[in-house]
């Protein structure tokens, strides 16, 4: 489709992207791997394109959230190795065989479940072992008291037959807040790992400083790292801004399109509910974007969106498809005019802050219908 005709679209900057991953790998030991997270179809930049470039750009692997993102990038051409985070129903493991697929394994039951599969169909699955350090969420328990039981379990577990332990790791809470909890999950994460030794279990992959972490604290970064946000040019928190030397380039503009013009007279309510009435004679443009493509109507009535060069408020709701800009002081705007929501002058953290969530959420919310456009 012709930009041109387009209603609303996501240009994504790949340059910007092979910026962010060199200067986030001159942050790493020499020896040390890089996890890249894909997830979320790329953070809602599109995982198969952006998975590409990373193969391209040298990345040691790649992480999704589930089989099915695994599967997409597989039959989308990828061979890098895949790690699948999140749970993967054990019989479906001839799919994680089929398309060579690393699964993590988060509790003991989840593992002999796994092996038997694995068994069944005469092959061996390559697993790293999850462990909560402090996150609460999947993982093996391993604080002070449950330290000891872990190493019982994973004893267990570790010579079922079908599994091919290559890694463990753990995933920092807080890495962009607080420097004791997250020494804290550190601590634990070396605890258990010296416990594992003594029995003879030693993994050749340990990781567990995703993008806070690698920007906060290099002595984390063990054998592999994961990024993810901070991949697409975003810090996690605005204390990690000055620790990137060459500074992150985000890789996404949201971008929409002027479909009508038209001048309203003072007293006029604007959109659903008639929260905003017009103070003045107002020239209002409808924009072609909504909350169904990803813009949130929390930023109802507080957002500026940026056209033909000056700054022009959201009045009324945001709705599903449209919404609505003053744009009486913009006697120049007119129809098909393109408008910026965020990127190179509205930055998507500050869209987030108005909509009171974080950057994340509004990336990985673009609208499947919203089209990217790779831009080199």
């Known amino acids: 489709m012709e930009r041109e005709k387009r209603r609303a679209w996501a240009e994504i900057d790949l340059g910007s992207l092979d910026h962010n991953y060199h200067a986030l790998r001159s942050m790493l030991p020499e020896d040390c791997k890089m996890l890249c997270s894909v997830k979320a179809n790329g953070y809602g930049h599109g995982a198969l394109p952006v998975a590409k470039r990373l193969e391209r750009l040298g990345a040691d692997y790649l992480a999704v959230a589930c089989l099915e993102e695994a599967i997409q990038l597989r039959e989308g051409g990828i061979t890098l190795p895949i790690l699948i985070l999140g749970w993967t129903d054990p019989e479906l493991a001839p799919e994680l065989i089929r398309y060579k697929l690393t699964q993590s394994v988060f509790d003991g039951e989840f593992a002999l479940r796994l092996s038997q599969c694995a068994q069944r169909a005469g092959k061996t699955i390559t697993v790293h072992l999850a462990v909560d350090t402090g996150m609460s969420r999947l993982g093996f328990l391993c604080g002070e008291k449950e330290l000891a039981g872990t190493v019982e379990e994973v004893t267990r577990i570790y010579p079922l037959p079908g599994l091919a332990w290559e890694g463990i790791f ?31 279990i030693k993994f050749k992959i340990r990781h567990c400083a995703a993008s806070a972490a690698v920007l906060n604290y290099p002595c984390t970064c063990l054998d592999m790292v994961r990024p993810g946000i901070a991949l ?54 409808v924009l072609s974007v909504g909350y169904g493509d990803g813009l949130p109507r929390g930023c109802s009535d507080k957002l500026r969106v940026w056209m033909s ?11 599903m498809d449209l919404c609505m800009a003053d744009v009486t ?33 509004l990336l990985c919310g673009v609208g499947k219908r919203v089209p990217r456009v790779y831009l080199e």
């Open 232 to 285: 697409y040019g975003h810090y996690p928190h605005p204390s990690c801004e000055d620790l990137s030397e060459d500074g992150l380039r985000p890789l996404m503009t949201l971008k929409t399109r002027v479909v009508s013009v038209k001048t309203v007279p003072a007293g006029t309510p604007v959109s659903y509910g008639r929260t905003h009435v017009l103070e003045r004679e107002t020239r209002l443009a």
């Open 170 to 200: 753990t995933h920092f809470s807080d890495a962009d807040g607080s420097e004791e909890y997250t020494m804290l999950q550190f601590t634990r994460f070396l605890d258990l790992l010296k416990a594992l030794e003594k029995q003879n």
């Open 309 to 319: 060069g000056q700054w022009a408020p959201i009045v009324g709701r945001i709705c």
């Open 329 to 361: 002081d913009l006697p120049q705007v007119c129809q098909g005019d393109e408008t910026e929501i965020w990127g190179g002058h509205a930055a998507v953290e500050e869209v987030a802050r108005l909509a009171g969530t974080i950057q994340y959420e």
